[in-house]
């Protein structure tokens, strides 16, 4: 796994004394890494696999990804979402990587779109072809504060894809996890495009409440 990290110091907190992976070992102490597969079914989708718990650090610098300031740290998230895919065996399941996609207008003010900067340093990673086929037709409300049904309906009918998929068995990947309703969506519009099979990878599972944030 160190061919993925720079040996310059702890890329979190710059500090000396980095561990194999880049980061130091108060660091990824903080950030709570445990790979694993999610147990539930989710429609559309085969296994999910996650990285990290959407709490402590890990849960402020997703959140700081999302601004310019931040944006470095999806290789890093990236890195570790390598690992948990291959601790897990899922690389081996793969064909090609999607991304949830953003409006064009909401990537445009925004300058990138996270999720696409993690699936880039995951298929530099592995070696495994992006592909830019899914889109978001229309902007919807904030999933923050939704009920489990309510999300399910605010991501319905938003995405599409217009690609033949036929055969590809594709990895999606997005930041956070919580009830499952934007990774089924898509996942939704990939096997209706083709797909033999989608599965899941997200930097983080964050534990359903209301309030939640996804
Ligand atoms: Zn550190």
């Given at each position: ?130 592909l830019h086929v ?27 894809c217009e690609e033949n998929l036929?055969?590809r ?24 495009s083709g ?20």
């Open positions: 796994m160190s061919s993925f990290f720079s040996d310059s110091g702890c890329l979190i907190c710059h500090g000396d004394f980095p561990l194999e992976n880049g980061i130091c070992s108060q660091c990824l102490s903080s950030m709570d890494f445990t790979p694993e597969i999610l147990g539930e079914n989710y429609d559309f989708l085969s296994d999910v696999y996650i990285t990290f718990l959407y709490q402590n650090l890990t849960q402020e610098w997703i959140q700081k990804m999302k601004f310019q300031e931040g944006k470095y740290l999806a290789k890093i998230f990236g890195n570790f979402m390598t690992e948990s895919l291959l601790l897990q065996g899922g690389h081996r399941k793969i064909d090609a990587i999607a991304y949830v996609p953003m409006t064009k207008n909401k990537e445009r003010i925004r300058g990138y779109n996270q999720g696409k900067l993690l699936a880039e340093e995951i298929g530099r990673n592995l070696n495994i072809p992006i899914l889109k978001k037709k229309r902007e919807n409300k904030d999933q923050i504060g939704l009920t489990g049904q309510e999300r399910t309906e605010n991501v319905r009918d938003v995405f599409s036929e055969g068995r594709i990895l999606l990947v997005d930041d956070v996890f919580t009830t499952g309703a934007t990774l089924s969506s898509c996942g939704k519009v990939l096997m209706e797909a033999e099979e989608v599965f899941g990878l997200v930097i983080a599972k964050a534990l359903y409440t209301k309030k939640g944030d996804e």
